[in-house]
């Protein structure tokens, strides 16, 4: 063998694809793509398929397809529709009570400006309730409050658990209501004079509650 065999070996060397398929050497020097030659040995090729995305749903890749299977075209499918909500899971069992507070001390005041010049203030503290006045001909000499106990004997049917108060003047009787922690309502009065002297003596007496 000599010169003209080594270039004939030269010549049928062979450049082989993915698929298989030897294309000469002779073919790729003349201006024939592979991939085109390898779809004519009846091998699987991609042409001009698109990477994948918004690309795939504009230009749809185009596959030649032998008994062996070829490679991905790399488009993905449309997106699926949402799939149905999952149950709610069943509530869960109510907690226990908790423990009930501390209670809040009652008390409470109200004023009420009678005749005389003088002021009257009806007060709920401790557990009793008192009323009380004092003098008032100028706002810098006021005199100090003298209190009245409307919770003793000598006002009876006073309710121990009387927790709000409120005081109304009416000419010269002052009328004093109480409210109790479970929703009664009870009711004082007492007269006074210009000295400021109080007298009560019908005691406590039960009004229709709310």
């Given at each position: 063998?000599?010169?003209?065999?080594?270039s004939g070996v030269k010549s049928g060397r062979r450049v082989w694809l993915a698929g298989g398929v030897a294309v000469p050497l002779v073919f790729a020097l003349s201006g024939v793509s592979a991939p085109a030659?390898?779809?004519a040995h009846g091998s699987t090729a991609v042409v001009g398929a698109p990477t994948g995305g918004e690309g795939c749903s504009k230009s749809k890749?185009?596959?030649l397809k032998s008994a062996a299977s070829g490679p991905s075209s790399g488009?993905?499918?449309?997106r699926g529709p949402k799939g149905p909500k999952g149950d709610r899971g069943p509530k869960g069992d109510r907690g226990p009570r908790g423990d009930r507070g501390p209670a809040q001390p009652c008390v409470g005041v109200d004023t009420a400006q009678g005749r005389f010049g003088l002021e009257f203030s009806a007060v709920v503290s401790r557990g009793k309730a008192f009323l009380g006045r004092r003098t008032t001909s100028t706002v810098l000499e006021n005199g100090p409050y003298v209190w009245k106990d409307l919770s003793t004997s000598a006002n009876?049917?006073?309710?121990r658990n009387a927790c709000g108060v409120s005081l109304n003047i009416l000419e010269v009787t002052a009328q004093v209501k109480v409210l109790t922690t479970d929703g009664n309502?009870?009711?004082?009065?007492c007269t006074f004079v210009a000295s400021g002297v109080l007298t009560c003596p019908t005691g406590w007496t039960p009004l229709i509650r709310p």
């Open positions: 063998m000599g010169s003209a065999v080594k030659m390898a779809a890749a185009r596959v488009c993905t499918g449309p009876p049917g006073f309710p309502v009870f009711e004082n009065s």
